[in-house]
């Protein structure tokens, strides 16, 4: 899956991978569900900036200052 997002992200983007904090944010927002990755990391391809605010969102929750706004 990661593969093909790297097939993807070079055809929109030009650059070869995404980054390191693109695939981490598809982690950290899937998690552990492959059919929630899988949708995760078409919205990467699609616009990460969306992807980067709700692995954000998560994060602050895991760390107790979550606003409880987005959802994967």
Do not use: K
Request: one cysteine or more; proline letters at 1%; hydrophobic letters at 40%.
């Amino acid at each position: 899956m990661l593969e093909l997002v790297e097939f993807a992200w070079h055809d929109c983007y030009g650059d070869i991978t995404p980054s390191e904090n693109v695939v981490e944010d598809i982690l950290t927002c899937s998690q552990g569900d492959l059919a929630q990755m899988i949708r995760l990391a078409r919205l990467a391809v699609e616009d990460w900036r969306d992807l980067r605010m709700t692995a954000d969102e998560i994060r602050s929750a895991e760390n107790g200052r979550g606003t409880g706004g987005l959802a994967c």
